[in-house]
């Protein structure tokens, strides 16, 4: 199992909209997705997902809705609203943007 | 920034449906549980050893469901505080738009205050009116000039009898008032309403004013002109009397005429009770007991007239006659006299003159009395009874036709004499009515006449011919303002 890394400050928010940019998915389904695209660096724990899921609810990125799981059990799904979206875009370049330079800036001699 | 709509909502569920967001968090967490344990139990576990396994990988669902509301809450919490702090500091920055949005809000809520105060009142409440409010409807006179004028009250009368498709019709005329009591005094709207008013409109009043103590305005109703704001005056425009007799029988006859014509007042020329005693005219001796006789008669049929009196006549002091005028109310009492003071030169051999003037008032109505010579060449008696509230001044006169002179067939001819000039002078230089009267007589250079209180002419009496002159006089355009602002009087 590769390492957990702690999450960086305001990363969660940005990786649970990733994860939801491709289709509806609940709380597993999102814990299990971010765990897939970060290639396993980084798990998310109940106690941290709902906090955030539900967070994002409120600010109006997500939506949420029961439905029917893959073996047929109940679970409340999320999915990203208009806002969601526009948000994971600037979050998005704002990232990129801060990532690029501090490659640049670790990179220099 | 959260989107609106979705902030409304959560605001709502967070605040009024509390439980069910609650109860929907517990489902949640509940299904995450199901879902983590059908997957070990996949790998092989038995169905509570991976439900075990299941919760201790949650970490504890109490603290997760706690760090869940405190996400929503906090979120809520967070940006309400965020907002508010950056509107106060933005308020504190900027002084004079603060000042000018409360003034603003102070001025909308106001001003949507009063207008709703207005509305509810004329409109969202009906009158209390008879029946059917709906059938309420207002009679306007509208001037071709656009503009909507006041009824008189014999027009107003005249519609009332005559309407056929009214049921009722009810007058009014406002004025500002006075109130007064221990506490103080205060200004009030009074409406002066015709005598069905009430009946038609079913209304009562309580005034409140912050001076006062809540005064409950009884309606006094008008039974007839006397309260209404326009005023007929009748001018007694007959032949000189040939015998005292003939001047009583006279004086009945025209105080019946002007209570057939509704008016308020009838004034008589200079001394026409017995008759004039100068010009040539042969009186009989003056006669105390004569002249008490024929006030009685007059002062009979005013009561059954209705209407006031002012007589020209004569009364006699230390057995010498006084030019004067005796003022009789509607109901036929003697108001008093106004005696003549300043008497013409040739006057002095005939009468004596009298000392004191004063006003009288009947109804609405506040008058003064100057005879003959006293408003032709005597302009401070018409300014000395203006300043004190009269709004029309009488004038009794006595003038007649002198050989080889002009002898007018209209108003204020150039080659006339002065006389009726000086009639529009007393009413322009003291902003009041002015009522001349003189007997009816060929050529005489003047006759009986009202001149507005601007200075133009209400109407005259034709010359020479006999008749009652009859004219309904707008009280709230004698102000008496150019009269109350002399400094010399």
Same mark, same amino acid.
């Given at each position: 199992m590769p390492r957990e890394t702690p999450l960086l400050q305001g990363t969660l928010d940005l990786l649970i909209l990733k994860a939801l940019s491709l289709q509806p998915l609940h709380g597993l389904g999102v814990s299990r997705?971010?765990?897939?695209?970060t290639r396993g660096a980084y798990v998310v724990r109940p106690g941290s997902l709902f906090p955030a899921l539900h967070r994002l609810e409120e600010q109006g990125w997500l939506r949420s809705s029961w439905g029917e799981s893959d073996n047929n059990r109940r679970a409340k799904y999320y999915?990203?609203?208009?806002? $969601?979206?526009?948000?994971?875009?600037?979050?998005?370049?704002?990232?990129?943007?801060?990532? $690029?330079?501090m490659r640049a800036a670790l990179e220099s001699t | 920034v959260t989107p609106l709509v979705a902030r409304v909502r959560s605001f709502w569920s967070n605040l009024v449906r509390r439980r069910e967001v609650e109860q929907a968090l517990d489902d949640e967490l509940a299904a995450y549980i199901d879902l983590v344990a059908a997957e070990y139990e996949r790998a092989g576990m038995s169905p509570a050893q991976a439900r075990r396994q299941a919760l201790v990988d949650a970490g504890g669902i109490e603290q997760v469901k706690?760090?869940?509301?405190?996400?929503?809450?906090?979120?809520?919490?967070?940006? &309400?505080?965020?907002?508010?702090? *950056?509107? +106060?500091?933005?308020?504190?920055?900027?002084?004079? %738009?603060?000042?000018?949005?409360?003034?603003?809000?102070?001025?909308?809520?106001?001003?949507?205050?009063?207008?709703?105060?207005?509305?509810?009142?004329?409109? +969202? =409440?009906?009158?209390?009116?008879?029946?059917?409010?709906?059938? +309420?409807? &207002?009679?306007? #006179?509208?001037?071709?000039?656009?503009?909507?004028?006041?009824?008189?009250?014999?027009? *107003?009368?005249?519609?009332?009898e005559r309407s056929t498709s009214l049921?009722?019709?009810?007058?009014?005329? /406002?004025?500002?008032? @006075?109130?007064?009591?221990?506490?103080?005094?205060?200004?009030?709207?009074?409406?002066?309403?015709?005598?069905?008013?009430?009946?038609?409109? /079913?209304?009562q009043a309580t005034f409140h004013s912050p001076h006062l103590s809540p005064i409950v305005l009884t309606p006094i109703v008008a039974s007839d002109i006397s309260t209404m704001a326009t005023v007929r005056i009748a001018l007694a425009n007959f032949r000189h009397p040939a015998t005292p007799e003939e001047s009583v029988l006279l004086a009945e006859h025209a105080v019946t005429r002007a209570g057939a014509e509704d008016a308020s007042v009838v004034c008589f020329p200079e001394c026409y009770v017995p008759g004039y005693r100068g010009l040539g005219k042969a009186v009989p001796a003056p006669s105390a007991a004569f002249l008490e006789a024929a006030w009685s008669t007059v002062a009979a049929a005013a009561a059954r007239a209705n209407v006031a009196v002012i007589l020209g006549t004569e009364r006699i002091?230390?057995? @010498?006659?006084?030019?004067?005028?005796?003022?009789?109310? =509607?109901?036929?009492t003697r108001a008093?006299?106004?005696? @003549?003071?300043?008497?013409?030169?040739?006057?002095?051999?005939?009468?004596?003159?009298?000392?004191?003037?004063?006003?009288?008032?009947?109804?609405p109505l506040t008058f003064g009395v100057v005879i003959c010579? !006293?408003?032709?060449? *005597?302009? !401070? &008696?018409?300014?000395?009874?203006?300043?004190?509230?009269?709004?029309?001044? %009488?004038?009794?006169?006595?003038?007649?036709?002198?050989?080889?002179?002009? #002898?007018?067939?209209? *108003?204020?001819?150039?080659?006339?004499t002065f006389h009726e000039k000086a009639v529009l002078c007393r009413a322009a230089e003291n902003t009041c009515y002015f009522a001349t009267v003189n007997c009816a007589s060929p050529g005489s250079p003047t006759t009986s006449a009202v001149a507005n209180p601007d200075g133009t002419l209400l109407g005259y009496q034709p010359y020479g011919e006999e008749g009652l002159l009859i004219a309904d006089i707008d009280l709230a355009a004698a102000t008496g303002l150019l009269a109350t602002r002399c400094k010399y009087a």
């Open positions: 997705r971010v765990e897939q695209i999915e990203l609203t208009k806002a $969601g979206r526009r948000q994971l875009a600037a979050e998005t370049e704002e990232w990129t943007r801060v990532a $690029g330079a | 706690e760090a869940a509301r405190e996400a929503r809450v906090g979120h809520a919490l967070a940006t &309400t505080e965020r907002e508010l702090r *950056y509107a +106060l500091r933005s308020l504190r920055r900027s002084p004079t %738009f603060l000042v000018i949005a409360i003034a603003t809000l102070a001025l909308g809520i106001g001003g949507a205050t009063a207008v709703f105060t207005v509305i509810n009142a004329s409109l +969202l =409440r009906p009158l209390p009116a008879a029946n059917d409010p709906a059938s +309420l409807v &207002t009679v306007e #006179r509208v001037q071709p000039t656009g503009v909507v004028a006041e009824f008189s009250y014999p027009d *107003y009368r005249d519609l009332r049921e009722g019709l009810a007058a009014f005329n /406002g004025t500002s008032m @006075k109130l007064e009591d221990a506490a103080g005094t205060d200004r009030a709207w009074v409406s002066y309403v015709s005598d069905n008013f009430v009946g038609v409109a /079913g209304v002091v230390d057995g @010498k006659p006084m030019a004067t005028a005796l003022v009789i109310d =509607r109901d036929g008093g006299f106004q005696d @003549k003071v300043q008497l013409d030169p040739s006057e002095d051999s005939v009468y004596v003159p009298g000392t004191d003037r004063r006003v009288f008032t009947t109804g010579h !006293e408003g032709w060449r *005597y302009p !401070e &008696t018409v300014r000395w009874a203006v300043r004190r509230g009269a709004q029309v001044v %009488f004038h009794p006169h006595f003038h007649e036709a002198e050989p080889g002179r002009h #002898r007018p067939t209209s *108003y204020g001819e150039p080659a006339n």
